[in-house]
T-cell receptor
Framework: SQQGEEDPQALSIQEGENATMNCSYKTSINNLQWYRQNSGRGLVHLILIRSNEREKHSGRLRVTLDTSKKSSSLLITASRAADTASYFCATDALGYSTLTFGKGTMLLVSP | SQTIHQWPATLVQPVGSPLSLECTVEGTSNPNLYWYRQAAGRGLQLLFYSVGIGQISSEVPQNLSASRPQDRQFILSSKKLLLSDSGFYLC??????????????FGPGTRLTVT
């Protein structure tokens, strides 16, 4: 079964608004990562948060990690039309060298 | 800087025909290499990964195979394609475990349609 599950499946907002996506996972992890995929393209790495970190920032991105709840959230502030994409969380479970991706959240930012 | 190439970008093949997708990485040595498949509107399914030349791990039993003839080359193959093999195939690389970076870097993908 999928290690990571994103919520919501789809999100539609206006430019300037904030977008929040959530990810839940099942087993203990080393790291959790977020990726973006524009339609028909490869994935682009956004941010990595380690299991001993609780919050991380990168530009307009803010990621939180709650290992007790096995969940993470990605916040995009002041969204732009160019942020329109699918966003995936990925986890590497303890003892494994591979990533498991969720099904993603499709974000649509309207001008 | 590192770059990853995949070809072809799109491919339409009849059922029962063979398949060969190629992925090459530049600007790094000894990478881990990965093949994923993404069905329409779905997440990524890991198909194969490799930690070195000739070392292939299969995650999903199917009619696909992978090979790594050179350090930075990863090939996905099939002898006879099925309709269910249609999808978006992505190659990725990452630094070896023990480094400070575990991110995966993806190629542009190959859109395969089996007719």
């Amino acid at each position: 079964s999928q290690q990571g599950e994103e919520d919501p499946q789809a999100l539609s907002i206006q430019e300037g608004e904030n977008a929040t996506m959530n990810c839940s996972y099942k087993t203990s992890i080393n790291n959790l990562q977020w990726y973006r995929q524009n339609s028909g393209r490869g994935l682009v790495h956004l941010i990595l948060i380690r299991s001993n970190e609780r919050e991380k920032h990168s530009g307009r991105l803010r990621v939180t990690l709650d290992t007790s709840k096995k969940s993470s959230s990605l916040l995009i502030t002041a969204s732009r039309a160019a942020d329109t994409a699918s966003y995936f969380c990925a986890t590497d479970a303890l003892g494994y060298s591979t990533l498991t991706f969720g099904k993603g959240t499709m974000l649509l930012v309207s001008p | 800087s590192q770059t990853i190439h995949q070809w072809p970008a799109t491919l339409v093949q009849p059922v029962g025909s063979p398949l060969s997708l190629e992925c090459t990485v530049e600007g790094t040595s000894n990478p881990n290499l990965y093949w994923y498949r993404q069905a329409a509107g779905r997440g990524l399914q890991l198909l194969f990964y490799s930690v070195g030349i000739g070392q292939i791990s299969s995650e999903v039993p199917q009619n696909l195979s992978a090979s790594r003839p050179q350090d930075r080359q990863f090939i996905l193959s099939s002898k006879k394609l099925l309709l269910s093999d249609s999808g978006f195939y992505l190659c990725a690389w990452s630094a070896r475990p023990g480094s400070t970076h575990y991110e995966q870097y993806f190629g542009p993908g190959t859109r395969l349609t089996v007719t």
